[in-house]
């Protein structure tokens, strides 16, 4: 019985509603008062998988996850995973306790949430992007 919910549990983590991006263009949001300007894609990987909790400069870090195709298109393009290696992911790393995933926000409050604090980091289409949040450039590893 335990572990049926806890099977549940982490089905509902990944229960998110399907939210069209066609054409998207997403680009990783901070908010404006951090003091870097670009991440590299494994220095971003490893925030969104919860490898580190921490931005390179030593702040805290809290990612935020889109639901639906946001997150999918997010993962796929930017962080290189299939939404199933995700999800597999999050399932080992929840189920052994090493880690909790990102908190899932819905698209219209990423904004003020990422505006409202230091630590958030997120995407979001670049059509949405307003003087309240920061675009932080993404660079290739060498």
């Known amino acids: 019985m335990k572990n049926h919910r806890i099977l549940i549990s982490i089905a509902s983590i990944f229960l998110v509603t399907h939210i069209p991006t066609a054409g998207a263009e997403l680009v990783v949001i901070a908010n404006p008062h951090v003091s870097f300007n670009s991440l590299t894609q494994g ?4 925030i969104f998988l919860g490898q580190t909790s921490k931005f390179p400069n030593g702040e805290v870090a809290e990612p935020l996850d889109l639901g639906g195709e946001y997150r999918n298109e997010f993962y796929e393009d930017l962080l290189k995973k299939s939404p199933s290696q995700v999800d597999n992911y999050w399932a080992n790393m929840i189920f052994s306790g ?3 995933p990102p908190r899932q926000i819905r698209p219209e409050d990423v904004k003020q949430a990422v505006a409202g604090s230091v630590r958030a980091i ?3 289409d670049r059509t949405q992007v307003s003087p309240s949040v920061k675009i932080i450039s993404i660079t290739e590893e060498k």
């Not at 220095?43 to 490893?46: F, G, K």
Request: charged share 30%; glycine share 0%.
């Open 43 to 46: 220095q971003l990987r490893r």
């Open 98 to 100: 090493k880690a909790s």
């Open 122 to 124: 997120s995407y979001i």
